[in-house]
Every structure is written in C-alpha cells, then in structure tokens.
C-alpha cells in the first residue's frame, strides 16, 4: 500500500478490524519510510453484469428502487425494503462469485419479497419473469397457497 503522504511504497498493518456490517475490514497501516499512520478500508467487490453485457458494481440502492415500484400502496415500509435489501446482497454473496448475472440478482429477490409481501411478490414476478397472461397469475397464485 502506497504513503498517503510520502508516496513509499511500503507499509506495514498496525492494526485490523471488521467494520461493524461486516463486509469490509478497516486497516490501520504505518509507513515505513515517514512513519505517519494512515487508515485503509478493503471490501469485496461485487459486479452485476446486465443483458447487455454492461458490467456494474452491485448496488442495494438499485435493489431497493425496483423492489419499491412492486411495493406501492402495501404495507412495506422502508426499513423492510432495507433489510430486503440486505438479505439480497448477502444470498449473492453467499454464491462466493465475483460477478453475477442481472437475472440472478432477480431470482435473489424473489424469496425475500414473498415473505416480506405476496401481493407485490406477484406484481414483481409478473414483470420479472413476463406473464402473458391470467394462466400465469393462477400459477403463480396456486404456487403460493401451495406453500
């Protein structure tokens, strides 16, 4: 890691610690050459790859958004719609991949928003998976009471 303040490429970890969510780990380091302190963060980087092929970093900001469109006029409150959020992120990290297709990410949603939601789990899939027509609702709708 190079000095913040003199550029020497040499430090050395005075001290590590995971931050408080647990995705990243926060370093203390010291230079070795003017031994002033300077502090690093490191997490894992996480990239969706679209239908286009355009490759982005993973956002929960974005996971939000379209889960929140499904979600309107529902009893959803954005503390739920946060921690959805979160067990979507942690179930595609859990797939121990550094990039991941847009469509997983989707399937990924799906769970989570079925327990938090069934009507906007079905206005979700509806779009999500193209339901052309009632035949697909009342699968859907069979599926649920199913469970």
Do not use: W
Request: with cysteine; proline share 3%.
């Amino acid at each position: 890691m190079q000095c913040p303040f003199c550029r020497h490429p040499d430090s050395k970890v005075v001290d590590s610690r995971v931050t408080d969510d647990g995705a990243a780990i926060r370093r203390r380091r010291q230079c070795a050459q003017c031994s002033k302190r300077f502090t690093t963060l490191e997490t894992t980087a996480l990239n969706v790859v679209k239908r286009s092929g355009v490759v982005e970093p993973f956002s929960r900001s974005k996971v939000i958004s379209g889960v929140r469109k499904a979600c309107q006029g529902r009893p959803v409150t954005d503390d739920d719609l946060a921690v959805l959020a979160q067990d979507v992120e942690e179930a595609v990290r859990a797939t121990g991949a550094a990039e991941i297709k847009a469509h997983e990410v989707g399937l990924a949603i799906l769970e989570p928003l079925q327990k938090l939601d069934q009507v906007a789990y079905l206005r979700f899939a509806s779009v999500y998976q193209g339901f052309d027509s009632l035949d697909d609702f009342e699968t859907a709708i069979a599926q649920l009471r199913a469970k």
